[in-house]
């Protein structure tokens, strides 16, 4: 029996941006070959890893700054960077990022009766619900639980500096894990918050039941399009962001042909 083809954000989000670069990414064998490590990628899972230790290790109560940059020089993933001296420069833009972060949570606990704080529910936790004809799938970086039961998503942004609440509504990753935690938790009031680590900005939204079950139905008819397409004869179009995608070179030889 064949398994059920499994979509998640990223996998959505790249149909939608270019459907020539979903066939490569995912479902084109070769593709592998044209794929380069990204030095955005690599410090953006660095920093995840950092701050899913901390939170794991009991937050800014139990582990100290320095051992919060230990953790990171432990946790580094190197690929993608274009020099020694390049990633030297993005290790001390880190742990500039880490040592901030630290600070800000250390007086939002003092600032927060015990009565009042949230707990640690789940971490770098793989969500799943079926859409019958594939199934959705989503990565929570965090979720905490507070003692009204509300349940805050918790996204972290590696390279922005700010974001509004209409953004948080707006973007689809968050709107994938609040219909997916609600399949969990359908009588918790659930909120999306991402934090911009850059500047430790944040922003929340949450969807009504009307919008999830709306949203629900949008990625139900998305999925089945996706999963339904016959991708061999794809015709690639030009759009703005070509000139960074890896797999340029194979475009390019179908233009020429043509």
Same mark, same amino acid.
């Given at each position: ?22 066939? !490569? ?6 593709? $592998? ?13 660095? /920093?995840?890893?950092?701050?899913? !230790? ?34 030297? *420069? ?7 990022? &880490? ?9 939002? #606990? $003092?600032?927060?009766?015990?009565? $009042? ?36 998503? %918790?996204?972290? $942004? ?11 509504? @707006?973007? #689809?990753?968050?709107?994938?894990? *609040?219909?997916? #935690?609600?399949? &969990?938790?359908? @009588?918790?009031?659930? %909120?999306?918050?991402?934090?911009? &680590? ?23 008819? #998305? ?17 703005? !962001? ?5 797999? &340029?070179? /194979?475009?390019?030889? %179908?233009?020429?042909?043509?």
């Amino acid at each position: 029996m064949a398994r059920k083809p499994v979509l998640s954000p990223s996998r959505i989000r790249t149909y939608l941006l270019c459907e020539v670069k979903y066939y !490569h990414t995912y479902l084109n064998p070769r593709g $592998k070959f044209y794929m380069r490590a990204k030095r955005e990628y690599s410090f953006g899972t660095t /920093l995840h890893a950092v701050l899913q !230790h901390l939170h794991a290790s009991g937050g800014v109560e139990a582990v100290t700054v320095e051992q919060l940059q230990q953790v990171m020089q432990q946790q580094w993933v190197t690929a993608g960077y274009e020099s020694p001296h390049e990633e030297q *420069q993005f290790q001390q833009v880190a742990a500039a990022l &880490l040592e901030q972060y630290h600070a800000r949570a250390q007086k939002s #606990l $003092k600032q927060t009766p015990p009565e $009042k704080r949230p707990r640690l529910l789940m971490q770098e936790r793989l969500l799943r619900m079926d859409m019958g004809r594939f199934a959705l799938v989503g990565r929570v970086d965090r979720v905490d639980e507070y003692p009204d039961g509300t349940l805050e998503i %918790i996204d972290y $942004k590696s390279w922005r500096t700010d974001v509004a609440p209409e953004e948080v509504h @707006d973007d #689809l990753a968050m709107c994938c894990y *609040q219909l997916l #935690l609600k399949q &969990l938790y359908p @009588d918790r009031r659930i %909120i999306a918050t991402i934090v911009a &680590l850059q500047t430790g900005a944040f922003a929340s939204a949450s969807l009504t039941d009307e919008e999830l079950a709306e949203f629900r139905e949008d990625i139900r008819l #998305l999925g089945e399009e996706i999963v339904s397409r016959d991708f061999e004869y794809l015709e690639p179009k030009r759009i703005p !962001h070509c000139e960074e995608c890896d797999f &340029l070179p /194979l475009c390019q030889r %179908i233009w020429e042909r043509l």
